[in-house]
């Protein structure tokens, strides 16, 4: 027999834009309940975000100390790789879930362990552990939050070749010997730094021209010279053509050519977890990303009582852009069920205006590359009248000071009508924190004339913004 439940809200998926759609209906007086079928915190905090950060903050502190003459006679050794990867199973909580459960309980949010589906209009079905099935009515919304997986290119033999996928990169126990990558995108350059650093034999085999191929040029370009400095083998214009594991080795061909490795990693993007989700129940298409509102409304569903946050809705794979979406959303349908207009302008309340101006990311290489909102290119090809100014972020007194022999770029991208910052992008050591300023100054829509009046402290790393403003013409 099958229980029937009622709340306000069902949320499928407890990843962070999953807890945080929850967390803000229940504050606004709603019940919830969410659903999760693996661990509460998905795969930020278990295979992607937290893991992958905790494997490359021990890198970064000894490039950084090494860079400072004085402090560099302290490095008189290499990083100790057991300590380095049970630091990364603290962060993970060792894959147990039990502080995100209590937080839930403290927020007042309903667990169901299990797989979720739809079953028709404001129903979801419930394939609990233990085999027995729930169905849960929603009497105002139901929000998809579930996510995405690694994309598996169909390459001949690699689904067999038992590939790694993020999932594994984030969470081996010991460093391969060697570690064929496939992509050169923000996992692949992560995990090649990461495992790199921790003595494995790294190959990339991109693609494309390039690296990190959506932002800057530069950016791209300085990531590949220090991994190669660093005794990463970069390929570029590299296609895989088949995978084949033999006495415990991959063996890739690629333009008639062998490459063998222990591991080979699949970094070659995602694909949204809406293939099993019950789509079909309210007339839309599985495995497709859900397309939605700028309240992240499902658009094309009737009585519009259907969400998507996070990667789901494929507008931005990025943890703090999910959780964004999801106050965001959290706040239309609580003010949707009490009948009050919401505030869906542009840069309102309730709408994710900032995921199509001022996404920023941070990607943690050795150099950390910090961007925000449109490259140069993409703002001339909306249309956008634009002038970029670059500066050599070296020539500042506080990146000197950084580090001895400093170097890195920023660049800004100036919509020439508006006066206004439209794009940022800073490659460097230390300017991950620098990123925020750029994002206050894009969503905040702040005039360069009145930038010219923020004056960064001296002698720190922001001064850049001085600089780049006076190479503006200011
Ligand atoms: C290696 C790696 C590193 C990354 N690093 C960063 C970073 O540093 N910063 C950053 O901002 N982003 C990073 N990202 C991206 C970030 O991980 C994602 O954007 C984020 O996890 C998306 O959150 P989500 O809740 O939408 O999806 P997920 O985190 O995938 O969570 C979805 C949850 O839904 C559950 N679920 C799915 N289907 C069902 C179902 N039918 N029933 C019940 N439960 C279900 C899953 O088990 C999972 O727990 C990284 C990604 C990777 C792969
Ligand atoms: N620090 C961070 O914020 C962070 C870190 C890791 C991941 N992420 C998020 O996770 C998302 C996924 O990362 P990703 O690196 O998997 O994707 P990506 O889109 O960044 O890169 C995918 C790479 O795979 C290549 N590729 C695609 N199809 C291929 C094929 N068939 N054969 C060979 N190469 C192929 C692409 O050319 C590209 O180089 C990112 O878009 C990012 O939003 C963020």
């Not at 909102?373 to 972020?393: C, S």
Request: proline letters at 4%; aromatic letters at 4%; hydrophobic letters at 40%.
């Amino acid at each position: 027999m099958t229980e029937q439940l009622e709340y306000d809200v069902v949320v499928i998926g407890a990843g962070p834009p999953g807890e945080n759609v929850a967390g803000r209906v229940v504050d606004g007086g709603l019940t919830a309940a969410i659903v999760e079928a693996e661990l509460v915190g998905g795969e930020c905090s278990y295979w992607a975000c937290m893991p992958s950060k905790a494997l490359l903050r021990g890198t970064e502190a000894l490039v950084d100390a090494k860079a400072v003459s004085g402090a560099a006679a302290a490095v008189t050794g290499g990083q100790d790789v057991a300590a380095t990867l049970a630091r990364r199973d603290s962060f993970t909580s060792n894959w147990k879930d039990d502080g995100q459960v209590q937080w839930l309980d403290g927020a007042g949010i309903t667990l169901r362990r299990g797989r979720g589906r739809l079953s028709g209009p404001r129903q979801v079905t419930v394939e609990g552990p233990d085999g027995g099935s729930t169905t849960l009515t929603a009497r105002q919304a139901v929000v998809l939050a579930t996510g995405s997986v690694a994309s598996i290119p169909p390459i001949d033999g690699l689904t067999d070749a038992d590939p790694w996928t993020s999932r594994n990169a984030t969470s081996a126990q010991q460093p391969p010997a060697s570690l064929a990558i496939i992509g050169g995108g923000v996992v692949a350059c992560e995990m090649a730094t990461a495992w790199n650093a921790l003595g494995t034999k790294v190959i990339m085999l991109v693609r494309g021209e390039r690296l990190l191929d959506r932002l800057e040029p530069f950016a791209g370009e300085q990531v590949a010279a220090t991994l190669r400095e660093s005794g990463v083998e970069v390929r570029t214009g590299v296609s895989v053509d088949a995978a084949r594991r033999e006495d415990g080795q991959v063996r890739l061909t690629a333009g008639g050519e062998t490459i063998t490795a222990e591991q080979v990693l699949v970094a070659a993007g995602r694909t949204p977890a809406t293939g099993d989700l019950g789509l079909d129940t309210v007339g839309l298409e599985p495995g497709r990303y859900l397309d939605v509102d700028d309240t992240c409304r499902v658009t094309g569903v009737a009585d519009g009582w259907l969400y998507a946050v996070g990667d789901a809705n494929g507008r931005n794979l990025l943890t703090h852009m999910g959780k964004y979406q999801a106050r965001m959303c959290g706040t239309a349908i609580v003010q949707r069920s009490a009948g009050d207009k919401i505030d869906d302008q542009a840069w309102g309340t309730a709408v994710a205006t900032a995921d199509h101006d001022a996404t920023p990311s941070v990607i943690f290489t050795v150099p950390q590359v910090g961007a925000v909102g449109r490259t140069e290119e993409q703002a001339r090809a909306d249309g956008l009248r634009v002038r970029a100014v670059t500066y050599e972020i070296g020539n500042v007194a506080g990146a000197s000071l950084f580090a001895d022999g400093y170097t890195g770029t920023a660049k800004l991208v100036v919509d020439e009508d508006r006066r206004t910052v439209v794009g940022a992008t800073f490659v460097g050591p230390g300017i991950a924190e620098l990123t925020h300023s750029a994002t206050i100054a894009i969503a905040g829509e702040v005039t360069i004339d009145r930038l010219w009046h923020a004056v960064p402290s001296y002698p720190t790393i922001s001064e850049v913004w001085l600089r780049l403003l006076e190479t503006y013409g200011l």
